[in-house]
Structures are given as C-alpha cells and as structure tokens.
C-alpha cells in the first residue's frame, strides 16, 4: 500500500515543478528539525564494499536503493496547518472529537504559531502556505504516516522545552481532537 503510493508520488514530483522550489529552500536547512527517526534512517546500509546499483549474478537487486526520498516539507506544512487549527477550532479529521474544547488558555489572542516549535529561525516555517496538492491525499490517507507524524508533533506541543506549552490550559493527547484513538498500532 504505501510502496504503490510512493510510486504515485514520484510520478506527481514531476509535475510539481513549481512546488518543489519552495521544497528545495527547504530542505537546505531541513537538519534544524530533525529528531527522531527519519525515513532515511530506516533504510538498510548499503551492503559492504558493493555499490548497490551493480547487478552480479545470483544476487539479488536492491530496490530499496531505488526508494522515493522522504515527504518533501512542503506536505508536512499542509498538516501542521490544519494541526494548529485545530487547536483554536474544530479539527478537520476524519471523526473529531463531538466534545472538543480548545486546549489553549487563549484561543483568540494567542494561539499556537509555527515558530514556536520551529525555533531555529533559519527556515521561514511560519512562510511556508497552506498547499493542498495531489500528494497531500496520498499521505493524508497513509495513517501510519500521519499517526507518526502527530505523535512528534503532540510530544512537542506539550514539551516544556518549546513555546507552545506555555499557551496550553491542559496538556493535548490525540483524543482531544479525535473522537476514538486514532493510533494504528
Ligand atoms: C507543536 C509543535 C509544532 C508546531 C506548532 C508546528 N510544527 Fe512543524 N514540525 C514539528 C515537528 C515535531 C516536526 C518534525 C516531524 C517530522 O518531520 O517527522 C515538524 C516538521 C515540519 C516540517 C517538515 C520539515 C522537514 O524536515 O521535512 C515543516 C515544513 C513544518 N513542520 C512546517 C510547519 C508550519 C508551516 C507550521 C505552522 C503552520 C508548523 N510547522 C507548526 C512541530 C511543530
Ligand atoms: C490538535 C488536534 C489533534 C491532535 C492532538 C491529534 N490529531 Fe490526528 N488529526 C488532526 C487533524 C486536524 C487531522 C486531519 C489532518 C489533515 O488531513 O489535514 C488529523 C488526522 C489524523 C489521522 C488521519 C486520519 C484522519 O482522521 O484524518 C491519524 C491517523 C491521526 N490524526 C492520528 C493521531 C494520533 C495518533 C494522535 C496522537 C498522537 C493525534 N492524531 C492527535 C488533529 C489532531
């Protein structure tokens, strides 16, 4: 499932030219959020001494030396938009909480912004739009790549190393927006 969904996705790359510039601004300076595991990070090593690409007989081919690289930022922008307003409004998931309550001490004047988790200041995260695109609908429906995604982005919401804590009446789990545990696993 998500092998054919990456495969959607590098035929979209193409046809995303105009998109993938904001991308590579991006990802210059993608090392500023990195934590926790990566895509990248889950791949096999390479194997010894081989260069993968070079077929001997009786062995056999790497594919996963051919794997789409991870989800280009500007995807992630997209959730971390419709996150954050789900912190002052109802969320837009599939089955939202029907008693949700905003979890900010201040869901008019102070809300929860990009760059107070973003707090490096070197990428202009809080820049970056809200872009609906065809790749959007294939990870939005990959639910081992949002609950992933959230679990960070929840875990960073209520650490007391970063801004937005400060802003929260109550700590934030995943069923304050959603209605039944959302969690794949
Ligand atoms: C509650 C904390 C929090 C807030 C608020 C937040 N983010 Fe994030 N963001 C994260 C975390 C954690 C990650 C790393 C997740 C990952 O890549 O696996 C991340 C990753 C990203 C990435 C991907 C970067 C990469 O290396 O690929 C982009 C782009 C991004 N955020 C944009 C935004 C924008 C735009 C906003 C405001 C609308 C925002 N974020 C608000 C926590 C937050
Ligand atoms: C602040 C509100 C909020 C919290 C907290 C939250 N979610 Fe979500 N979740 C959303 C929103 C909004 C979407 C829809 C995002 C989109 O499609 O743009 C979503 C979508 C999802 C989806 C895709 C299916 C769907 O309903 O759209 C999964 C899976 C998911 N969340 C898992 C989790 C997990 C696991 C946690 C806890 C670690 C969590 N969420 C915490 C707001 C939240």
Redesign the pocket.
């Given at each position: 499932m998500t092998r054919i969904a990456r495969g959607n996705v590098s035929v979209l790359l193409g046809l995303l030219a105009g998109a993938s510039v904001l991308s590579a601004g991006c990802s210059q300076n993608v090392e500023t959020v990195r934590d926790g595991e990566r895509l990248e990070d889950s791949a096999p090593p390479p194997p010894a001494g081989g260069n993968p690409l070079v077929f001997t007989a009786g062995e056999p081919l790497d594919f996963d030396a051919f794997e789409e690289p991870e989800v280009p930022p500007f995807v992630k922008a997209?959730?971390m938009h419709?996150?954050v307003e789900?912190?002052y409004s109802v969320?837009?998931?599939?089955?939202p909480n029907p008693d949700w309550t905003s979890p900010l001490l201040d869901p008019v004047d102070n809300r929860v912004w990009c760059t107070d988790c973003h707090v490096s200041g070197q990428v202009d995260f809080e820049n970056i739009p809200k872009m609906r695109v065809p790749m959007t609908d294939v990870y939005?429906n990959d639910?081992e790549f949002?609950?992933d995604l959230?679990?960070k982005w929840?875990a960073r919401l209520n650490s007391d190393e970063y801004f937005a804590r400060a802003k929260l009446a109550r700590p934030?789990?995943?069923l304050?927006?959603?209605a039944t545990h959302?969690?794949?696993d």
């Open positions: 997209f959730f419709t996150w789900a912190l969320p837009a998931n599939n089955n939005e639910h949002m609950a959230m679990r929840v934030v789990d995943c304050t927006c959603h959302p969690d794949p």
